[in-house]
């Protein structure tokens, strides 16, 4: 006699349905978008198939996008004409990303939610994500400070949610401060609190023109540490974040995971470039479901614990789950 038989759940569809622990929904999706100063026309990025670059103009059509395929919110990333030294272009009211945030905020009014990448690597001409001081390293605390002066233009421009991607130590502190002294106190922080030193970024670096020579291991997580990527979320949480992170996603659901068990405020996941390019490369060789497989990392995920998913796929993924 057998007594256990785990197979009577999945017998069918019917039956495999009602036991589901977890049922990604299109409202937990935040829809990556990239838009481009100098552009006119869209133009596809040729390592993230089915992405692209936008010009400022496209934003209310895609904050339509967004609103019709009913997803969560949105993340802009902009790339600029012109960088230099200090990134100026990134607390610029004028500058392309606070244009966009003002755009995206002006068209999605409280129909979705308007984030902003708070970084300054697309903004500086060295290509890191603050400023160097006199020996060539970034500069922690003096990045502080136009972090805190980029996230008031954010708040300014409309954006509902800041997204702290700069693994500055303290950052949450500082731009909440700063928030708070200038009355922005509904505007939300999802801190990339645990954010690797990945390999996986690396069709980003195409979608924003990156000029990075060298590395971000002295701000991003070493691969190899688990706990501290914890510690990371602990101490962005008790600064003040009301959302925190894990980035990349798949190859660091262990982490989400652990986040998840100890974090007291929503935690998000961030299927990046390379996952995501993954995918469409071996897809498009016929070697997997394109489908079934941005699905099943979606739902796993949402299984490892993560509640907001940030991909460059959301609104595929959102008319897939309304499908099925
Ligand atoms: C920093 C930022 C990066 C990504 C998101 N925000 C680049 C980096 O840290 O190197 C990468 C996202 C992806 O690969 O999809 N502005």
Sequence with gaps: MISHRPRRLRATPAMRRLVREVRPHASELVWGIFVHEDLAEERPIGSLPGVSQ???????????????????????????????????????????????????????????????????????????????????????????????????????????????????????????????????TDVALLAYAAKYASAFYGPFREAVDSQLQGDRRTYQLDPANGREGLREAELDELEGADIVMVKPALPYLDVVAEVAA???????????????????????????????????????????????????????LAAWLKEN
């Design 54 to 184: 936008h010009p400022l103009a496209a934003v209310p059509a895609l904050v339509d996008r967004a609103i019709e395929a009913g997803v969560g919110g949105l993340m802009i990333f902009a790339i600029p004409s012109v960088r230099d030294a200090q990134g100026s272009g990134a607390v610029d009211p004028d500058g392309i990303l606070n244009r966009a945030i003002a755009s995206a905020a002006q068209s999605a009014g409280d129909r979705l939610v308007v984030m902003a990448d708070l970084c300054l690597d697309e903004f500086t001409d060295h290509g890191h994500c603050g400023v160097l001081d006199g020996t060539g390293r970034v500069d922690n605390d003096a990045t502080l400070e136009i972090y805190a002066e980029m996230a008031l233009a954010q708040a300014r421009a409309g954006a509902h949610v800041l997204g702290l991607s700069g693994m500055m130590d303290g950052q949450v502190a500082a731009v909440r401060g700063a928030l708070e002294a200038e009355g922005f």
């Design 262 to 316: 100890q974090s007291r405020v929503p935690v998000a996941a961030y299927h990046v470039s390379g996952e995501y390019a993954q995918i469409e490369a071996a897809a498009a060789n016929g070697w997997l479901d394109r489908r079934a497989a941005h699905l099943e990392a979606l739902t796993s995920m949402r299984r490892a614990g993560a509640d907001i998913i940030v991909t460059y796929a959301a609104l595929e």
